[in-house]
């Protein structure tokens, strides 16, 4: 048996020929022609760059006072609340005084007892004088014997030592009274500075044990200064420098700075799942009242900062070929679509802006990377194509 192959069908081979053209053609649109939307580029623009250390603080009173007891007692009446302005020298709260004045009586009447025995030794020492008188002259008359004149003289000097010993007791009664009055007054708690009660800790009706410590009653701020305490890592804390400004932003406003210096690094760090960070301190006004104590702030310390200047985003910088002298290269997208690769000289940057200072003007379209390779493959297929 003989086997006839069929002939391929004419109008397979045509069809199987459009196909092939048509994908051939697609590819060669997709990868050669450019559309002003394939070159990805940015345009230079004028703005601040900020070189910055940031860090996470809490905010906290500048001045503040905890007010607490010296002396022991029920606390009967706490008189401000959380809240409330108070005046330097205000009352804040009291104490049961009974004792206290129990005391202070007592002692008042030990003293009156003592100064009326202070005018008896003193009537005593008087007559004691006069009869020493007495018995001179008698003496220089040859009227009575040396024997009484020593016994006079003697009954002086006891006089006079007996008015010496009770005067010590005055003294030392009158320092045991002064002592009790300054305990009396101490049941009267009143306010050491003018602020705010930011925090009151015991509570009306409370028995307070000042014996060996001074029981803290509540807390006074003044409010219209505030210190930012902010933690910097031990990598960043060398770039920080006493006097370099600083702002921060609250977790409830992160539109509004608020600015201050820099016034003091802590030098003893404080050490969280072994990290080590320092303590860097500056304050700000807060006259509005706007802040309020262990507020979060985001912060930033300004290490270095230029305004009004040429900038670029820092992926737009191509490459480097003389980083010391801040010379890098960018690929500049020309006006008739071509690119041209150009050398600028650069300035600060933040790791997300850079600086130029030569080589490039305001508006000029640089290349990024991404759209580098797709516009250099359409130099060699189209020309005059602009960008929107």
């Known amino acids: ?95 049961d005084s009974t004792v206290y004045r129990a005391n202070v009586d007592g002692t008042r009447a030990q003293l009156r007892n003592l100064e009326a025995q202070m005018q008896d030794r003193k009537a005593q020492l008087e007559l004691a004088q006069i009869q020493l008188r007495r018995q001179r002259q008698l003496v220089s008359n040859r009227m009575t014997s040396e024997e009484s004149l020593q016994i006079a003289e003697a009954s002086q000097r006891s006089a006079e030592a007996q008015v010496q010993a009770l005067a010590a007791q005055i003294d030392q009664t009158s320092s045991t009274l002064r002592a009790e009055e300054a305990r009396l007054n101490y049941s009267q708690i009143f306010a050491p500075m003018s602020g705010t009660v930011v925090n009151i800790v015991a509570r009306q009706g409370q028995t307070i044990n000042a014996t060996q410590q001074a029981p803290t009653i509540m807390q006074i701020a003044d409010l219209s200064v505030m210190t930012v305490q902010a933690q910097v890592s031990e990598a960043d804390v060398s770039r920080l420098s006493t006097g370099m400004e600083a702002y921060f932003t609250t977790l409830g406003n992160q539109s509004r700075r608020w600015s201050g210096q820099l016034r003091r690094i802590e030098p003893t760090p404080q050490v969280e799942n072994n990290v080590v960070l320092f303590n860097a301190l500056f304050d700000v006004d807060n006259h509005q009242m706007a802040l309020l104590p262990q507020m979060t702030a985001q912060v930033f310390f300004i290490v270095d900062k230029v305004d009004d200047v040429l900038m670029l985003p820092v992926n737009a910088i191509s490459g480097s070929s003389n980083r010391q002298a801040g010379v890098a290269k960018v690929k500049l997208l020309l006006p008739d679509g071509s690119i041209e690769e150009r050398e600028v000289i650069t300035g600060l940057s933040n790791r997300v802006q850079i600086e130029i200072k030569e080589g490039l003007s305001l508006e000029d379209q640089v290349v990024t990377p991404q759209g580098s390779q797709r516009a250099g493959n359409a130099q060699s297929t189209q020309t005059g194509m602009r960008p929107r």
């Open 1 to 95: 048996m003989v086997t006839v192959k069929k002939a391929f069908p004419l109008w397979r081979w045509l069809f199987a020929i459009i196909v092939l053209a048509s994908a051939a053609g697609a590819y060669y649109v997709y990868v050669y022609s450019v559309t002003d939307d394939e070159v990805s580029y940015v345009t230079v623009s004028k703005g601040s760059i900020e070189n910055i250390v940031t860090a996470t603080g809490r905010l906290q009173p500048r001045n503040f006072v905890d007010v607490g007891a010296q002396v022991s007692g029920q606390l009967i009446e706490i008189l401000v609340d959380v809240g409330d302005q108070v005046e330097e020298g205000q009352l804040l709260a009291e104490i």
